[in-house]
């Protein structure tokens, strides 16, 4: 599978849409945009109350040009906060924002702001979601993984204690504000997190974006704000091009799964604390292109090429050794996107393009043990 070519990068910011119909939305893409939240959402609300969910660590950073930038428009804005960490993405932190909600007395007009990363993005979007059956939100994503794929596209949810992301509805933001400048705070470690997600689309879409971050990796790497911005815009291009197509995932929204059977896996058998997402996602990748490899459907090149930029990315790509035998083939029997006994597991064909195989987990399994 491949996606469309971009258009070239021009003027600071950049839009992209996301097509869908009536639940069509823009994407602004570049540096400063966060002082923008107030203009861009008056476009698309009338001006009244707006409620601004965040964490300590970002909203310390962050929160006061956001609400400058909204009352400046003519809105009063109200906060909440939840605490930093994954483990707050759960049903007690949702019943909490509704509570606050209420004591705002927020009405079903009242647009809903997620300043952060996936975290509150995730659990903001979910809250405005079901919040009187459903009220305006809008991302505000505060780091690169959320930036180029947890705020577009409506995946919203939280954490069960049996499992991550258990909960949830689709529910398309009205509105995406990326900041380029934002990621300067960004702890090393997260970006290259974020870098991960990434490589995933030129690898399974794109052999363009590929060859730019194998070009350009020191550039990356040092923050450089225009070609952040492309990257960003480019990795949200092709995603509001998957979504466009499938936007519940009935089929070929799965692409964007690349690395993440085995991820998922990984993150579960290291109780989510040896690895970032994103880090999870590298070794997934780089064991997926093996296993391709090991099937026949690409050359050992495409291997060495996508394990070399990992690796250079300061990622990790291999597997755990804890991270086998009948542990791992339960691990991945109980990820929630298993039917029939079988993954729709993605495999890479070459740079750029990709292709489903169905595979019982020990048939991957075994692969990790090769
Ligand atoms: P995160 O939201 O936990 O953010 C990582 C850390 O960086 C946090 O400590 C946060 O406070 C901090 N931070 C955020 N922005 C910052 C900034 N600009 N400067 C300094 N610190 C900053 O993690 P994440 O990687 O953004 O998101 C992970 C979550 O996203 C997971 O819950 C995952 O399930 C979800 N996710 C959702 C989708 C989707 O489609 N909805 C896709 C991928 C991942
Ligand atoms: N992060 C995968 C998706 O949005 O489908």
Known sequence: MTEPRSTPASADPATVQVGLGDRAYSIVIGTGVLD????????????????????????????????ASLEAAGFRVAGIEIPDGE?????????????????????RSTPVLALGGGVIGDLAGFVAATYLRGV??????????????????????????????????????????????????????????????????????????????EAELDRILQQDAGLLRRIVRRCCELKAAVVERDERESDHRAILNFGHTLAHAVETLTEYKRFLHGEAVAIGMAFAARLSR???????????????????????VAVPPDAAGPALV???ETD???????VKFVCVEAIGRSRFELLAADVIAAQAAA
Do not use: M
């Not at 009338?46 to 300590?56: E, Q, W």
């Not at 929630?336 to 079988?342: H, I, L, N, S, T």
């Open 294 to 316: 090991a099937r026949g459907l690409c050359d050992e090149t495409t291997v060495e090429r996508l394990v070399a930029l990992l690796t250079r990315a300061g990622l990790p």
């Open 336 to 342: 929630k996107k298993v039917a029939g006994g079988k």
């Open 87 to 107: 483990e707050h993405k759960n049903l007690a932190w949702v019943a909490f924002a509704y509570e606050r909600l209420i004591e705002a007395h927020a009405e």
């Open 136 to 213: 305006p939100f809008v991302q505000v994503p505060t780091t690169l993984l959320a930036q180029v794929d947890s705020s577009v596209g409506g995946k919203t949810g939280v954490n069960l204690p049996a499992g991550k992301n258990l909960i949830g509805a689709f529910y398309q933001p009205r509105l995406v504000l990326g900041d380029i400048g934002v990621l300067q705070s960004l702890p090393r470690r997260q970006f290259l997190a974020g870098l991960a997600e990434v490589i995933k689309y030129g690898v399974i879409l794109d052999a363009e974006l590929f060859a730019l971050v």
């Open 330 to 332: 339960l691990a991945i």
């Open 36 to 67: 923008e939240t107030g203009p861009q959402l008056a476009a698309i609300v009338r001006p009244g109350l707006a409620v601004v969910v965040s964490n300590p660590t970002v909203g310390r950073l962050y929160r006061a040009r956001v609400t």
